[in-house]
């Protein structure tokens, strides 16, 4: 599950990137974010990942009580259906914080007037690092 965080912060970065890419300029300034530590220190990513993790384990919970009255094919669909809520779970979950991390960038990119808002590793070198802003507006 926590691949699967990592996968939706850079996600997150690149699709915010590539839609400011789109209407940037030559002259604009570039932020950078480093959304490892991001990851690491974002109290909202923290209750992502807490509700997530919630969800997991009251499926679990809940299987483990269905397995005790069921027979093993009712259970095994039991299974199945119960792994695809908390997959859709965890693309809502993903979707949001997606949605979070696109509007606090888009309010930091204004603040700061940088053009563009990248990954960390998408730059060599330079470019105005906003992950201490990025971090303190998910609170």
Known sequence: MIKVWKR???AAAMVF???MLAGCGGEDKVGIVDMTRVQQE???VQQY????EEKQKSIEQ???QAKQSMSAEDFQKKQQQSQQELNIFGASMQRQFMSEIQSKLGEIAKEKKVGI????EA?????ID?????IAKLQ
């Open 62 to 64: 809940e299987l483990q």
């Open 8 to 10: 939706a912060v850079a």
């Open 130 to 134: 906003v992950t201490d802003d990025l």
């Open 117 to 120: 808002v990248v990954v960390k």
């Open 17 to 19: 990137a590539i839609g």
């Open 123 to 127: 730059v060599p070198q330079g470019g």
């Open 42 to 44: 974002a109290p909202l």
């Open 49 to 52: 990942k807490q509700k997530t």
